[in-house]
């Protein structure tokens, strides 16, 4: 079994892989295996690899399953100890590895750990992504240190320290294998966007620790994906942001939770619409809702064996107030300056 996998999901990002994979391959090489898992790629993906990168291992699945069950089925062709899923559009650094290793080597409590983030484009700053490491609020609302909402600061230092999360950004995730399986890998259903927070989540759940580890850096493009903005991306986050607290909410909370979603997405979508004039989106949060009313039966089995694994029932990281609530009545726009 190999030390660390580094495993690059790709589909029809050959421009990223030309771009970004450069540098993952002169400061990773020597301290893990570099493998790109390709979703059925139709450019020439493969070919550039093959041509340019022959030492690269790849693993070729037969069709497009998205982020979730993408990185599940290649995965599980991968034996090592440590899994790091990493971005096609991320420039790591010299020596990134080694303090993200090291500290999981020394803290076995510790199930994923992730580095800090900054923009590729304003290398200055945070990344929206997973900045230096995120949280949820009360109601499932996602933030990280240097990014609440929309607001990204600048990066001077104020979170260069290692601190417990509640999730670690998808954009490079560095997780224990055993405990990956441990609780199924990410959740295939949702495609694309929340995956990370989930599993985060139930990791926390068994009493599982997630970290970030900002003397490590990396600089992320974003959007590869889907690009802000577009209104499918709007559908998968609600969606799966609901799907989410439903599986994951303790049961004195689930109730109380949901009737204020119900009334804050409502309230999102018409605020979209008669604000921003985005019809894109005010159909896509509608779209949301009745898909999770639909699939929503098809996890409570999940949801069963989730509250039944629970060993933690109050985990910190999960956030006790409201974030619109400090956002947009307190005007905090700074995470250090949050309660």
């Given at each position: 079994m190999m030390k660390t996998a580094i495993v690059i999901l790709n589909w029809n990002g050959r421009k990223m892989l030309e771009q970004y994979l450069p540098s993952v391959i002169e400061y990773s090489r020597d301290d893990a295996t570099i493998i790109v898992a390709d979703n059925a790629?139709?450019?020439?993906?493969?070919?550039?690899?093959?041509?340019?990168?022959?030492?690269?291992?790849?693993?070729?699945?037969?069709?497009?399953?998205?982020?979730?069950d993408g990185y599940n089925r290649a995965l599980k062709q991968v034996e090592a100890e440590y899994y790091v899923l990493l971005n096609s559009d991320v420039e790591v650094t010299h020596h990134w590895l080694e303090p993200l290793v090291e500290y999981m080597d020394a803290h076995e409590e510790v199930a994923a750990c992730q580095p800090k983030l900054l923009s590729y484009v304003d290398k200055g700053k945070f990344e929206y992504a997973g900045a230096s490491g995120g949280y949820i609020d009360r109601y499932g609302y996602p933030f990280c240190r240097g990014r609440l909402f929309d607001s990204v600061e600048n990066d001077n230092g104020q979170y260069d320290y290692a601190t417990t999360v509640l999730w670690a950004t998808g954009a490079c995730l560095f997780i224990r294998s055993k405990d990956y399986w441990l609780v199924d890998g990410l959740d295939s259903r949702y495609f694309a966007h929340n995956e990370e927070i989930d599993l985060c989540w139930r990791l926390h759940i068994m009493r599982r620790q997630v970290v970030c580890l900002p003397d490590s850096v990396v600089y992320h493009l974003g959007g590869g994906t889907l690009p802000k903005g577009n209104p499918q991306k709007t559908f998968l986050n609600f969606r799966n942001n609901l799907t989410m607290l439903y599986k994951c909410l303790p049961d004195d909370e689930l109730k109380h939770v949901m009737r204020w979603r119900w009334f804050l997405d409502y309230l999102a979508a018409w605020q979209t619409l008669i604000l921003n004039r985005n019809y894109g989106d005010f159909k896509a949060i509608?779209?949301?809702?009745?898909?999770?009313?639909?699939?929503?039966?098809d996890f409570a089995a999940d949801r069963e064996r989730i509250q039944q694994s629970r060993a933690l029932a109050e985990i910190p990281e999960r956030k006790r107030y409201s974030l619109l609530w400090q956002y947009y009545a307190k005007r905090i726009r700074r995470y250090s300056d949050l309660p």
């Amino acid at each position: 079994m190999m030390k660390t996998a580094i495993v690059i999901l790709n589909w029809n990002g050959r421009k990223m892989l030309e771009q970004y994979l450069p540098s993952v391959i002169e400061y990773s090489r020597d301290d893990a295996t570099i493998i790109v898992a390709d979703n059925a790629s139709s450019d020439d993906s493969l070919a550039f690899l093959q041509t340019h990168y022959p030492e690269v291992q790849t693993i070729v699945l037969d069709q497009n399953y998205g982020f979730a069950d993408g990185y599940n089925r290649a995965l599980k062709q991968v034996e090592a100890e440590y899994y790091v899923l990493l971005n096609s559009d991320v420039e790591v650094t010299h020596h990134w590895l080694e303090p993200l290793v090291e500290y999981m080597d020394a803290h076995e409590e510790v199930a994923a750990c992730q580095p800090k983030l900054l923009s590729y484009v304003d290398k200055g700053k945070f990344e929206y992504a997973g900045a230096s490491g995120g949280y949820i609020d009360r109601y499932g609302y996602p933030f990280c240190r240097g990014r609440l909402f929309d607001s990204v600061e600048n990066d001077n230092g104020q979170y260069d320290y290692a601190t417990t999360v509640l999730w670690a950004t998808g954009a490079c995730l560095f997780i224990r294998s055993k405990d990956y399986w441990l609780v199924d890998g990410l959740d295939s259903r949702y495609f694309a966007h929340n995956e990370e927070i989930d599993l985060c989540w139930r990791l926390h759940i068994m009493r599982r620790q997630v970290v970030c580890l900002p003397d490590s850096v990396v600089y992320h493009l974003g959007g590869g994906t889907l690009p802000k903005g577009n209104p499918q991306k709007t559908f998968l986050n609600f969606r799966n942001n609901l799907t989410m607290l439903y599986k994951c909410l303790p049961d004195d909370e689930l109730k109380h939770v949901m009737r204020w979603r119900w009334f804050l997405d409502y309230l999102a979508a018409w605020q979209t619409l008669i604000l921003n004039r985005n019809y894109g989106d005010f159909k896509a949060i509608y779209r949301a809702r009745r898909a999770f009313k639909h699939w929503k039966q098809d996890f409570a089995a999940d949801r069963e064996r989730i509250q039944q694994s629970r060993a933690l029932a109050e985990i910190p990281e999960r956030k006790r107030y409201s974030l619109l609530w400090q956002y947009y009545a307190k005007r905090i726009r700074r995470y250090s300056d949050l309660p």
